[in-house]
């Protein structure tokens, strides 16, 4: 029964679909694949509108606040680069992008742009375009205060529990580099890793040490602790749409401008600074 409704949903979905299709091609364009193609720049000055991935559950960067609306360091850079692009506020509709779902979101065109703690990588790169970094985190390890014994990835042996999410890097990285029999869990999203390191069922979290330092700060004090000892470099890119080269440039300026007018500096202070993580140099972002 279900699956005879979701096969139904499906075919309206994909009816919809050409129906929008057709009705895309105005101005003698040829429809869905050339607007499909065209660059994030043009989309949004032309329609004054974007979607954009940030995280919904990771707080002084991407959260979803009981009244509906977003805040955080990524949803202020989210607002800033769409405003460049000729986007007003009202004109951003806020979608979750979980680690896992990134490159399929911007792939499929149901986000205009992430900004999600999304590090540049070789592997990312091959489906989707990034500009930026606009910020570099350092991976990390987050655990109850009352641990001793975890003291960097190096500590996490067979009998540790870790916990990351999957379709991110960090997880992986511990399990290549480090500690080849830790027992590794993967949720869907962060915050359902640390309510299994609070109730006890897995002994570390690993992900960026900016995320974790907002996990930590909003639990109540003495709960839980970051280790500190980041072991590598997470560039923070925006992604879009692979080969919109025109879009990347158009974000990496306005990267460069939320940089020099002092908005970046202001943003962290106000949404990470709180946290206690040291607010760290901007990076240096290409030019076009
Ligand atoms: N920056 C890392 C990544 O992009 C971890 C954080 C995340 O999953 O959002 O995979």
């Known amino acids: 029964m279900r ?20 009705c895309g091609g105005g101005g003698g364009s040829t429809g869905a694949s050339e607007t499909g193609n065209q660059s994030l720049a043009d989309k949004a000055k032309s329609t004054q ?66 900004v999600a703690t999304y590090s ?3 592997a990312r790169k091959q489906k989707v375009n990034f500009g930026g970094p606009y910020f570099v985190a350092h991976q990390d390890l987050l655990v109850r205060s009352d641990n001793t014994d975890i003291t ?10 870790l916990c990351s999410v999957k379709g991110s890097t960090p997880a992986q990285k511990v399990k290549d580099t480090y500690a080849k029999d830790v027992q590794l869990q993967e949720y869907g999203k962060y915050s359902d890793c640390v309510t299994a390191l609070l109730n006890g ?17 909003a639990q109540a004090p ?4 970051v280790v500190g000892k980041g072991f590598t ?11 919109d080269t025109a879009g990347t440039s158009a974000v990496n300026a306005a990267i460069n401008k939320m940089i020099a007018d002092g908005s970046w500096a202001t943003s962290l202070q106000n949404n990470v600074g709180p946290s206690g993580y040291k607010i760290p140099s901007p990076p240096t972002v290409p030019s076009s």
């Open 222 to 225: 003495g709960k839980l602790k």
């Open 233 to 243: 470099d997470e560039n923070y890119g925006i992604g879009l749409k692979k080969d």
């Open 3 to 22: 699956f005879t409704r979701s096969l139904k949903a499906g075919a309206g979905v994909a009816v919809l679909a050409l129906a929008l299709a057709a």
């Open 49 to 114: 509108k974007v979607v954009v991935g940030i995280k919904f559950d990771q707080p002084g960067l991407g959260l979803k606040q009981p009244d509906g609306t977003y805040a955080g360091f990524d949803v202020d850079v989210a607002k800033y680069v769409a405003k460049e692009l000729g986007v007003p506020e009202s004109g951003i509709t806020f979608k979750e992008a979980q680690s896992a779902e990134r490159e399929n979101l911007i792939q499929k065109g149901e986000v205009d742009f992430i």
């Open 152 to 161: 960097g990835p190096d500590s996490l042996n067979g009998n540790k529990k």
């Open 120 to 122: 540049i990588t070789d």
């Open 201 to 217: 069922s897995v002994d570390a979290v690993t992900t960026d040490d900016v995320i974790l330092a907002g996990y930590a700060a």
